[in-house]
Nanobody, 122 residues
Framework: QVQLVESGGGLVQPGGSLRLSCAASGSIFRVYTMGWYRQAPGNQRELVAT???????NYADSVKGRFTISRDNAKNTVYLQMNSLKPEDTAVYSCNAEVASNASPLRSWPYWGQGTQVTVSS
């Protein structure tokens, strides 16, 4: 019932910028904490950033000062502004959201998007 769809990935040169978006849709009662994760080939999935419904944020040390996470509660959408991109940022970026559905409004469940490729290369 609940679906997360990412957009905004692509190829960018080192030092460039990208803005990722992830929208949750379906039979949603409420979206709680949302976040971005990434996974490069041969690596484990790692947390990039999270944001609570009230706007509290948490970032991985590797992206602090370069990435900014934000959200629009009315649109059930989370964003990731990525600046000063490095080749090491190359990965599949996936969004995550804790969502309570209308069918079960007192229980939340983590949902994942399919991911969007970000490639940083000259």
């Amino acid at each position: 019932q609940v679906q997360l769809v990412e957009s905004g990935g692509g190829l960018v040169q080192p030092g460039g910028s990208l803005r990722l978006s992830c929208a949750a849709s379906g039979s949603i009662f409420r979206v709680y904490t949302m976040g971005w994760y990434r996974q490069a080939p041969g690596n484990q999935r790692e947390l990039v950033a999270t944001i609570t419904r009230s706007g509290s944020t948490n970032y991985a040390d590797s992206v602090k000062g370069r990435f900014t996470i934000s959200r629009d509660n009315a649109k059930n959408t989370v964003y990731l502004q990525m600046n000063s991109l490095k080749p090491e940022d190359t990965a599949v970026y996936s969004c995550n959201a804790e969502v309570a559905s209308n069918a079960s409004p007192l229980r939340s469940w983590p949902y994942w998007g399919q991911g969007t490729q970000v490639t940083v290369s000259s």
